[in-house]
Every structure is written in C-alpha cells, then in structure tokens.
C-alpha cells in the first residue's frame, strides 16, 4: 500500500506544493490541495512568506483569489515585515489594490507579526 501523500511537506527552504504552485500559477492544482482536509494554506517558508505572498509577488491574480476564498491569512508578514500586498510589483497594481482591500476587509486579530521576502 502507498503511503498518504503529505501536502503540506517542506523542502528545505520551507516551500510546499502549494508554495510552489501559487508562485507559478497552477491553480486546478491548488484546489486540489486545498481540497486536502490536511492542508495548511498559512505555512510560511523559511523567509516567512506564504503561498499567497508567492502569488502576489508573481502576479497570479486567480491564485491569489483563490487561497482568499479558502480563508488564507491575509494580514500575516513575512520576516521582512511584509504582507502579499506589499510583494505585488509595480505592473500588478489591480492585484495590489484588491490585496489591500482584502485584507481590509479582515476582521481585526489575525495580524501576525513573523513574515520575509526574497523567493520564487
């Protein structure tokens, strides 16, 4: 018998393959993730940054939208003290915009204070 797969293991930076298919865009896989009762949508890499810091920093709009409907943390930080919003670049400001109004949105106390940038 093959044993269970573990989506939310790590590779040595901290990435899983939520991680990895955020920052790429592979969004019909994410939901296949997410569908996992074991999924972690908030882990953070080893520079803090979560899968929907991944996408924002890549500009993938619909895998941004898409760890948002499945509740992910918006307002938590990276080790550089930055949230998904902040790691949009500059070409991406609808994403940005609606990345700030989402967080917004979020109710107060979710704020998590130990997040970084510098991947994928």
Do not use: W
């Amino acid at each position: 018998m093959q044993e269970p797969l573990d989506v939310n293991a790590q590779s040595m930076q901290g990435h899983t393959p939520l991680h990895m298919c955020a920052a790429n865009g592979h969004v019909e896989v994410m939901q296949f993730l997410l569908n996992q009762k074991s999924c972690e949508p908030d882990i953070q890499t080893k520079l803090g940054n979560t899968a929907v810091h991944l996408a924002a920093l890549n500009a993938r709009v619909e895998a941004c939208k898409l760890l948002i409907n499945n509740g992910v943390d918006l307002k938590k930080k990276n080790k550089s003290g930055k949230t998904a919003a902040d790691l949009c670049p500059a070409e991406a400001a609808d994403l940005k915009t609606y990345l700030i109004e989402k967080t917004n949105a979020e109710p107060e106390g979710r704020d998590d204070n130990d997040s970084e940038f510098g991947e994928v």
